[in-house]
């Protein structure tokens, strides 16, 4: 792990403390949590509070307040029995989904959530599930309300329009909460991913009414049209669905504003090629990518998928999305059930999902891609393995976003 110096522990905590208690606060108040977590937030609490303790005792309070009350409130959203979490699609979804996207088949490799963001109040970054940062200088969406996707590009950069305008048009709607998951299969870890779905990203956001919902989705397409279907379309150009793909949709699906998009892949280099370490360092340039966007009642959902790398069960085609047990009409039910009051208890957060398999030992260095008979594994998910030391810190930076979320979902 990188190292903190006194200073920059101090300096969080002290910009940090009032928040850290207000947490702590909110955190004890949530039923149900464990007692040894319930201790745990008590004693950080006194230690910030306490007048005697150093600044460095009150820094690592800080930061283990952080951390614990942000499991809590997550834990809680996602336990709780009107969480829109109950609306994603979870692994028996997707096995539902048969051929089209051969999930969990004999002999293929497992899926798995690698990220979970929940229950969110506005828009979030992808990478770590915080808010989406509003353009520098401006202090509040309030500030740029009244701004076009046009005037939006034209003062703070291309690709602002949707980027920014998603928060902008989210207070327009009204927009209760949101949430995305993400799913990946567990060979992504060494590179050489065989599954026809290599990875799944799982977007809700939802609504007062059915009218605000569509306004959305509607405001998210203008924007991403006039980006060269930037953001919300991925840079993808959008496809045409024959007469039998339309009327196979899910009758809760709001067709007119249904939109199926696809990349147009470059073609894969050989592994004997000197291009092959572009295709190992940038893959999603090479594969096959396939998104849906479309509102069912007062919820808007995205559904964005990728071929694994080298695909051993099967191209990842439109039938995947589309077909009759295609990934839309499986999340559109799922959609509906939920808005219905027809899909309220789909189990607790994380044992809906696949655990994970830790049983045998990585034999890849997920930092430099090395094999090798014996490696150090991450002492906490116990997923990954590295070389060294130096190897293991190379990677820190990406493996810290999903080691805890691994670690859960392995019972540890």
Known sequence: MPKHSDADLIR???????????????????????????????????ILQDPNATQM??????????????????????????SIRHAFLTFEDLVSCGDAL????PGQPRH??????????????????????????????????????????RKFGMGSGGFHGECIFWK???????????WETEAVRDNFDLAKLGELWDMRWLFPTNQEAQKFHGSMLEASRTEDNDG??????ELTLSADEVNNLHDSIDVDKFVLYASNP??????????????????????????????????????????????????????????????VNIAAKACDDWLNGRRSNVGKYPSQFLPLDTSSKPDICSNCAKKAASLSQCSRCKFVGYCDRDCQLGHYKEHKMICRGLASMAGR
Not at 59 to 78: C, E, K, Q, Y
Not at 102 to 105: E, I, T
Not at 172 to 182: D, E, N, P
Request: overall charge positive.
């Open 12 to 46: 969080t905590a002290r910009v940090h403390r009032t928040q850290a208690v207000a947490l702590l606060n909110n955190s004890l108040r949530v039923e149900g949590i464990d007692r040894e977590l319930t201790t745990a937030l008590r004693d950080c609490k006194a």
């Open 266 to 327: 470059r073609k894969k280099p050989s592994q004997n090629q000197p291009a092959f370490d572009s295709l190992i360092m940038n893959p999603t340039a090479f594969l096959q990518q396939f998104g849906a966007v479309f509102s069912i009642g007062r919820m808007v959902v995205k559904l964005y998928v990728i071929e694994g790398m080298f695909p051993q069960f099967g191209k990842l085609d439109r039938s995947s999305m589309v077909g009759k047990t295609g990934l």
């Open 232 to 237: 919300y379309l991925d840079s993808s150009p």
């Open 57 to 82: 005792q009150k820094a690592l309070a800080g930061r283990t307040a952080g951390f614990l009350s942000g499991f809590v409130t997550s834990t809680a959203a996602m336990n709780a029995t009107d």
């Open 112 to 153: 798995c959530i690698a990220r979970v963001y929940m229950d969110k109040p506005g828009p979030i970054s992808m990478t770590d599930g915080s808010p989406k940062p509003l353009p520098s200088g401006i202090r509040s969406v309030d500030d740029i309300m009244h701004m076009s996707t046009t005037e939006l590009n």
């Open 102 to 105: 051969s999930v969990h088949a």
């Open 172 to 182: 327009r709607s009204s927009g209760i909460f949101l949430g995305k998951h993400k």
